[in-house]
């Protein structure tokens, strides 16, 4: 089953180190989250490797966007869920790798290496020495921050400020309301991350939303959605997806509210705000 996953992942995909890594985790599963983990895999068509290969990302991106199948979600849809931890070697070199599988909202999402895998990424001859589970994916666990009702009229929600002219400047959709004040803070306070005055303006109105103008589509991912990414110049939390391109973030810790560019080509660089960078994006197609 697994197997054939990878196959459909295709070649191109998945590098022969992922691909086992993921084989020795579908081993230590139960059958069910086999057949879930191998659906998942099956459909995996980006992957990103950021810092020479600390952290591997695995999407499904149709139209632009990440979409997941909701079918194939493992029941446990914590936030953030580490897995598994894999300790393995490489014949004739001498480190021990650690690989962290992790799970976000019940979809595989990441492999983070240490150290970085990318001078193994073609070997598939590792010797594995131990495979921890630190959870289980089928155990009932929703999402602390559900995602709200999705498509709330667009024409008729009431924005307000500078977020107001969106509405007949772009089509809106996929609106999803504001978490409430109690779980708005509780929120801001688990993200170690200054983030920017614009976003927390935004998700004060909406907690996500999907903006498209007359050139390409923006989903911003509202304070529930945002997660961290471990890259070669630090973490960062993901704001929203600008179509096929890549994501805006933001630097965890004190970064003063920045607003950082991460390409899905790997690319990395800091843009003019939250708000110019998405208007700029809808409108003209350019990061």
């Given at each position: ?103 976000v909202r019940g979809f595989l999402f990441s492999i983070d290496f ?71 803070e509780r929120r801001l306070a688990e993200i170690d991350a200054s ?93």
């Amino acid at each position: 089953m697994i197997r054939e996953a990878l196959r459909l992942a295709g070649f191109q995909a998945l590098k022969p180190l992922e691909r086992r890594l993921l084989e020795e985790l579908s081993a230590r599963l139960g059958p069910g989250a086999q057949k879930l983990l191998a659906a998942q895999i099956g459909r995996i068509n980006l992957v990103q490797r950021h810092g020479k290969a600390t952290e591997v990302c695995l999407y499904r991106v149709l139209f632009g966007s990440v979409r997941h199948d909701p079918r194939y979600r493992f029941p446990n849809q914590s936030l953030e869920c580490r897995l598994a931890t894999i300790r393995f070697r490489v014949p004739g070199m001498n480190p021990v790798w650690v690989a962290d599988i992790s799970v976000v909202r019940g979809f595989l999402f990441s492999i983070d290496f240490r150290p970085p895998a990318k001078p193994i990424l073609n070997r598939s001859d590792i010797e594995v020495e131990h495979v921890k589970i630190h959870e289980s994916p089928m155990e009932e666990k929703p999402a602390r921050y559900p995602e709200g009702p999705r498509d709330l009229d667009a024409a008729t929600f009431p924005p307000n400020g500078w977020f107001a002219p969106w509405r007949d400047r772009y089509r809106l959709s996929n609106v999803t309301p504001p978490l409430a004040a109690a779980e708005r803070e509780r929120r801001l306070a688990e993200i170690d991350a200054s983030l920017p005055e614009d976003f927390l303006f935004l998700v004060s109105q909406t907690d996500g939303v999907t903006v498209e103008g007359q050139c390409s589509r923006a989903s911003i991912l509202g304070l529930a959605a945002t997660y961290a990414v471990s890259l070669e110049n630090g973490r960062h939390y993901l704001l929203a997806q600008l179509g096929d391109q890549g994501y805006l973030g933001t630097p965890a810790g004190n970064g003063g509210g920045r607003v950082v560019f991460l390409g899905f080509d790997g690319s990395f660089r800091f843009v003019d705000g939250f708000r110019p960078a998405v208007q700029r994006f809808v409108e003209t197609g350019v990061v």
